[in-house]
Structure formats: C-alpha cells, structure tokens
C-alpha cells in the first residue's frame, strides 16, 4: 500500500466520522437525562460542525 503523501489533504487532516447512533436496546426508556440518544443528538451536532469546517478547509486547499 502506497503511503499517503505530504500533498494529500486527507492524510494531515481526515474526515471527521459520524457519531454511531445508539440502538433502541440502549435505551432504558426510563426517562433518565442524559437518555442515549440526546448524548447522541449533542455528539451528531458537534460532528456536524466538525464535517462543515472540515469540507470548508478542503475547498481552501484544493483552491490552492
């Protein structure tokens, strides 16, 4: 396998991953708070963030 290069945006910066949504058998439906699914919410928002200002370097760069 060819080792990523020094030009290669993904190997100094890679794409941020989505959080993993929790299945409803992680979920105790006892109305606790934080519930699994609003760590996820919070995680899914962060991520997307993320992936924005991830995809807004990459134009920066493939702009170059």
Do not use: I, N
């Not at 941020?16 to 919410?41: A, I, M, N």
Request: aromatic residues 6%; proline residues 12%.
């Amino acid at each position: 396998m060819p080792k990523a290069s020094r030009q290669d945006p993904s190997h100094d910066d890679p794409r941020p991953t989505p959080p993993e949504r929790p299945t409803q058998d992680e979920c105790c439906h006892s109305g606790c708070s934080p519930c699994v699914f609003d760590l996820y919410e919070e995680a899914l928002e962060r991520y997307e963030a993320a992936l924005a200002a991830w995809e807004k370097r990459q134009a920066a760069r493939k702009a170059r």
